[in-house]
């Protein structure tokens, strides 16, 4: 997109904000086209799934934003579906979304808001399956005052592990009642390990409407992914992509310096972006960009997704495709591999949110939920390592690196 076509898209997108009220919808009278995607001012929207609800495709994964004034310029870009959690910045995440929505008096049914509820090992283990789903619909409550609404558009069970958490009928009894009341219009859930049987099992059960999972550039030979998530969507099930920007940190260990510095910024996130969202049975992206900087980056690409030079140049260079090796899909096959049975799939994850999001919170809270006996202190730092990774995810530096970081 040139400039012009830049500048007009900001000033398109906020013209539809007068005095901070929204005058016009922003999704009304579209075409519906033969390719099944509506577009309207060349800004690319789809359906999300069997949900009636209608996204740009890109939106905002708002997990690492602490500046208020980030979400602002968001709206005023177009974005229009804002991904938070419970968990994120202890609910002040939540409440951040919601007093922003209050001050600029966005009505309610312009946005799509989504948020989790994670539940703690002691509630995934309570013996009485009404007190899992009593501290589930607690915490929703929470979420609710939080964003200041009376019901968010998804509400995802957030970072299940197991076909036996999706299947689980208080969850279920609890989402349900949720819907009936009004609360929530779409039940989804998330998840952060290798997910295609429990995408497979939730498609043939038909209880989800959404799903939130990891897609990248990395799994791009991984075809049992893209086979469960083509079969998810043909089942009406909304998908949405997080971890779209494959934790970038990690190409450039394998990346000469000059490249890098070529391709960081705009060649990178474009590239990367339009990757994922080339596939079409993605219904939106939820990049987690916390400057005005990415956010540019990012928004650009819900008006075009064809890939400039320079992006063909990224995705094809050998140096990037052997760097996309070392991104870890927390599949879990190291685990069984480290003699003291150190849960290295989920220290990967802490190793991610600490070491290349900077997110330290998230990584205490993700390091929280690992059994004590398998932590980063039963790490031994053995003379060699003897976890192997089916990838090439240097795992011993990892582990290290994370040592001192979390001390
Ligand atoms: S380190 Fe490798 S084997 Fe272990 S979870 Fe990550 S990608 Fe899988
Ligand atoms: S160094 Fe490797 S093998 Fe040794 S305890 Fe740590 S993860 Fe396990």
Redesign the pocket.
């Known amino acids: 997109m040139h400039q012009s076509d830049r500048r007009n898209f900001i000033k398109n997108a906020a013209g539809l904000l007068v005095s901070g009220v929204m005058s016009k919808p922003l999704l009304e009278n579209l075409t519906y086209n033969q390719t099944g995607h509506y577009k309207k001012d060349d800004l690319i929207i789809r359906k999300l799934g069997r949900t009636g609800i209608q996204l740009p495709i890109v939106s905002m994964g708002v997990m690492n934003a602490n500046n208020p004034n980030l979400i602002r310029a968001a709206i005023n870009a177009g974005i229009r579906h804002f991904d938070t959690a419970w968990v994120y910045q202890g609910g002040n995440n939540e409440k951040m979304i919601g007093n922003v929505l209050k001050e600029m008096a966005i009505n309610r049914g312009e946005v799509v808001l989504a948020t989790k509820v994670l539940l703690d090992r002691n509630s995934q283990q309570a013996g009485d399956g009404n007190i899992k789903k009593k501290n589930f619909m607690d915490r929703f409550a929470e979420s609710l005052q939080r964003l200041q609404t009376d019901y968010v558009d998804i509400l995802y069970y957030h970072d299940v592990w197991n076909v036996d958490q999706v299947m689980d009928p208080y969850i279920k009894e609890a989402f349900q009642q949720l819907k009936d009341e009004g609360k929530i219009k779409a039940a989804g859930f998330s998840s952060h390990v ?1 997910w295609p049987e429990i995408v497979r099992k939730a498609a043939d059960d038909g209880f989800y409407d959404v799903l939130l999972l990891s897609f990248n550039y990395a799994m791009s030979n991984d075809n049992n992914t893209v086979d469960a998530l083509k079969y998810a969507a043909a089942k009406g099930i909304g998908i949405i992509a997080m971890k779209t920007q494959c934790q970038q940190a990690w190409y450039k260990q394998n990346v000469p310096a000059e490249a890098q510095a070529f391709y960081e910024g705009k060649i990178m996130h474009g590239a990367l972006l339009k990757w994922v969202l080339t596939h079409d049975f993605i219904t939106t992206a939820v990049p987690g960009f916390n400057t005005y900087e990415q956010l540019n980056e990012d928004v650009m690409v819900a008006y075009d997704l064809r890939y400039s030079p320079d992006e063909i140049k990224f995705l094809e260079d050998h140096h990037i495709k052997v760097a996309m090796n070392a991104v ?8 069984g591999t480290c003699p003291y049975g150190v849960e ?2 989920k220290l ?1 994850r802490v190793h991610m949110y600490a070491a290349s999001y900077g997110n330290y919170y998230m990584a205490r809270i993700t390091a929280s939920e690992i059994e004590k006996n398998k932590g980063l202190q039963q790490c031994h730092e053995c003379p060699v390592c003897m976890a ?4 090439s ?1 240097n ?1 011993a530096n990892r582990l290290e690196e994370l040592k001192m970081i979390m001390g």
């Open positions: 290798y870890c899909r927390f599949c879990g096959e190291c685990s290295i799939s990967m192997t990774c089916r990838n995810v795992i």
